[in-house]
């Protein structure tokens, strides 16, 4: 069975210019996270999707960052303008169904930001 | 929200030690587990353990959901074992998130 994958591995921009991230889910999970791990930090949750429904994005910086999970399966993470200090991994998971059960992560996306 | 704390931060073993990393939660969890990030930054599943006691080989994992804290063990630890800890936790039924700590950082010399 395929893990949760993610696209691109690693990203170079420049600031101010936009930037998307893939991920596509374990097939069958319902929930679909976006985390965010800065450096010698643990993940902080972004945005949390249950089906095509963002459940809580209440940490997700609005005014620069957006997200969609179309059909209920795919999602998209999108920055612009990048910021200097988006430079970081941006992690997806997946679990069957909700907060209670087992999630499973990408590989993450490396956003390097000059 | 749920407060999650790790300890200790950092550890450095001995090829061959063994150890126990501790995660705290501040209030009633329906999920807990424990990650390990390699080197390459993929943070792979150990423990998927809201409750009770569960063994992996040389890995095993305690939750005592009652005082709201869990252990996990690493027997005969190994080079490969190197690489950060992390304990995530969720409440809140459905409406919970996955909230993670910050992180056991171990290095096992050889």
């Known amino acids: 069975e395929a893990g949760v994958v993610q696209s691109p591995r690693y990203k170079i921009i420049e600031k101010k210019q936009p930037v998307a991230f893939w991920c596509n889910p374990i097939?069958?999970?319902?929930?679909l996270y976006w985390y965010l791990q800065n450096l010698g930090q643990g993940p902080e949750l972004l945005i949390r999707y249950e089906n095509e429904e963002a459940v809580d994005d209440s940490q997700l910086p609005k005014d620069r960052f957006s997200a969609e999970r179309l059909k209920g399966v795919d999602s998209t993470l999108k920055i612009q303008p990048a910021e200097l200090g988006d430079s970081a991994v941006y992690l997806c998971?997946?679990?069957?169904?909700?907060?209670?059960?087992?999630?499973?992560f990408g590989q993450g996306t490396r956003l390097t930001v000059v | 929200g749920i407060q999650v704390e790790q300890s200790p931060p950092d550890l450095i073993l001995q090829e061959g030690a063994n150890s126990t990393l501790r995660c705290n939660f501040s209030?009633?969890?329906?999920?807990l587990q424990w990650f390990h990030q390699n080197p390459w930054g993929q943070l792979i599943n150990l423990f998927y353990?809201?409750?009770g006691t569960k063994q992996n080989g040389r890995l095993s994992a305690t939750t005592v959901a009652t005082e709201r804290y869990s252990l996990l063990y690493i027997s005969s630890s190994q080079t490969t074992d190197s690489g950060v800890y992390f304990c995530a936790v969720a409440s809140g039924g459905s409406q919970g998130n996955l909230i993670f700590g910050k992180g056991t950082k171990l290095s096992v010399k050889p």
């Open positions: 998971a997946s679990s069957p169904e909700g907060a209670g059960t087992e999630a499973f």
């Open positions: 097939s069958g999970h319902n929930t």
């Open positions: 353990i809201p409750s």
């Open positions: 209030d009633s969890v329906n999920n």
